[in-house]
């Protein structure tokens, strides 16, 4: 793990991170909020925490 905070590596991976974040689920495009909460989590759980690790790792 690099303490660089801003290593090539781990910008790397940050900018993957937030490129992810501006994709992640609109509220308009569900009929509720429980429709979009599900599809939220789904997300955080699938892409975003991945992305979440390899930083940590990085």
Request: hydrophobic share 40%; net charge negative.
């Amino acid at each position: 793990m690099s303490t660089e905070p801003h290593s090539p590596t781990r910008q790397a991976v940050r900018n993957e991170l937030f490129s992810a974040a501006l994709q992640a689920p609109a509220p308009r495009d569900y009929p509720n909020h429980a429709a979009y909460a599900q599809a939220f989590e789904a997300y955080q759980a699938d892409t975003m925490q991945p992305l979440r690790e390899k930083l940590a790792a990085a």
